[in-house]
């Protein structure tokens, strides 16, 4: 009897989380589309095929969908540069961030309509409790990378997460103008200049 309920749990689980991901998926894809401010709830049920209380058992209005979808987005670019980081190759841990920065930028680069959703706010998820037993499911974040890749390096800073904030919010501030405007130079134009601050945060914050 145990296996069954366990089951019937699991099942309503699993459908649970599949209404959870198309009402997302919809979202996101008419907020490409027609903006957020001309999108509304029923737009985004109707695209996902379910009851409009449905939406209401995962998020309180449509500006709660698009907070959920910029700090998904946001980790997924971050997990996505984890995986292609090699320690093995890359030693200095200066090295190990900046590479992971230009992958994101890269990612980006190749997807303005991202860019454009997530705006500004690459860090949001970062700081937003719960998000990632939400969302990383176990997985070592861009936080939790950062933490280590000090304490493997020896590296003792002030306040690293301060140090980080401000890396991750000058990244995401900047390469928003430099890919969408070009301002103030083209984003692989503005690269360097990007880079060599962040190594002199990290240099005049010991």
Do not use: C, W
Request: aromatic content about 12%; hydrophobic content about 35%; glycine content about 4%.
């Amino acid at each position: 009897m145990s296996d069954l309920v366990e089951k019937i749990k699991t099942k309503i689980e699993d459908k649970k989380l599949e209404k959870e991901i198309k009402l997302l998926d919809s979202a996101y894809k008419l907020y490409l589309t027609k903006g957020i401010n001309n999108t509304s709830i029923q737009d985004i049920v109707n695209e996902a095929g379910v009851a409009k209380g449905t939406f209401y058992l995962y998020f309180k209005d449509k500006y709660d969908i698009q907070e959920v979808l910029t700090i998904k987005k946001s980790n997924e670019l971050f997990h996505k540069a984890l995986d292609s980081l090699n320690t093995d190759v890359i030693n200095k841990f200066d090295d190990q961030l900046i590479f992971v920065i230009d992958f994101v930028i890269d990612e980006l680069k190749k997807n303005p309509d991202l860019v454009k959703f997530i705006y500004k706010d690459l860090s949001f998820g970062f700081y937003n409790q719960g998000i990632n037993t939400i969302f990383e499911n176990g997985e070592i974040g861009i936080y939790e990378t950062f933490m280590h890749g000090l304490k493997t390096n020896n590296l003792k800073l002030k306040n690293p997460e301060v140090t980080l904030y401000m890396i991750i919010e000058l990244t995401s501030s900047t390469i928003f103008n430099s890919i969408i405007k070009g301002v103030p130079l083209p984003i692989d134009e503005y690269k360097p200049y990007l880079y060599k601050t962040i190594r002199n945060i990290l240099n005049e914050d010991k």
